[in-house]
């Protein structure tokens, strides 16, 4: 019996790997009967039969599980913003770091199109979310920059990348490794227009070692619905020297006097930008707790 990483599910089999072999597998009566839907990122036991073809055996408990995409035991994604064209969407960074973090992920933020962008707003950027305590790459696709610091980061792990459309998430991932020739620059039409076509999500192997996802992004961008109110500021990382220092130990950091965090963003100590990031997304959660 080996155990092995699920890659893929596609036309009734899977994809799984072990070592430097994949294994084409079906699956034993008993997990069809129950119903068992395995996931990329899934790790089973599974009986090889020949080269190339198995059977699996049994899913091996999950680190957590990721609905859209539907990936499990995802370690870190990658979030990909442009510093320029198109502008970074610093709403979106945020979202994604939280539902990241929610889901016990760890964010990795990577500013791509260097080339294109001023040092200041590379470092005006860094700063703030260095601040936040992430990871953060500063790539070119185009000119090969920072491609080896994201090899690094990527190797052995179980990696999503994330972030909108037309960023360079493939561009960034054919520079790490050219022989996956991703579709560059394609704006999926049928996507824009909002149809659930359940998209393809594979993960794919690196050559030296780890596993990573191209999606188009998080397509559910809703906050997590079991959040509740005082949870989302232990969600943004750059509150925690200051959050204990507020009067109320409720504090929810809107409107009460003597907000050690409000003060630090009218210091300039905190980022305004995240700061009001905090605020819209604490108005969501508010009104998902209310809708229940
Ligand atoms: N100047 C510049 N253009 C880039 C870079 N990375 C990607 N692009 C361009 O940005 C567009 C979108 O790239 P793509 O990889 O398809 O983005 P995705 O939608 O996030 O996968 C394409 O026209 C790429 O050639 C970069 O580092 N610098
Ligand atoms: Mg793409
Ligand atoms: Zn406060």
Known sequence: MFEGTVLKGYSGF???????????????????????????????????????????????????????????NVEQVII?????????????????????????????????????????????????????????????????????????????????????????KSSILNAIQPDLRLQIGEVSLKLKRGKHTTRHVELIPLHFGGLVADTPGFSSLNLPEDIMREQLSFLFPDFDQYRNNCKFSTCLHKEEPECSVREAVQKGELAQNRYNNYLAFLEEVIKQERSY
């Open 80 to 168: 990909v913003s442009s510093l320029v064209n198109p502008e970074p969407d610093l709403w979106l960074l945020d979202r994604l770091t939280i539902l990241a973090l929610w889901n016990d992920i760890k964010p990795i933020l990577c500013l791509n199109k260097a080339d294109l962008s001023s040092q200041e707003k590379i470092a005006n950027l860094k700063k703030i979310y260095e601040q936040a305590k992430f990871k953060v790459l500063v790539t070119s696709a185009k000119k090969n920059l920072g491609i080896d610091d994201l090899k690094g980061v990527l190797k052995d792990q179980i990696s999503v990348v994330a972030g909108a459309s037309g960023v360079g």
């Open 14 to 72: 899977y994809y799984v790997k072990y070592n430097q072999q994949i294994y084409e597998c079906s699956l034993r009566g008993k997990n069809r009967i129950k119903k068992i839907k395995f996931l990329p990122g899934d790790k089973v036991t599974f009986e090889p039969i020949s080269q190339e073809k198995g059977v699996i055996e049994d899913l091996l408990p999950r680190k957590n599980e990721l609905i859209r995409p539907p990936i499990a």
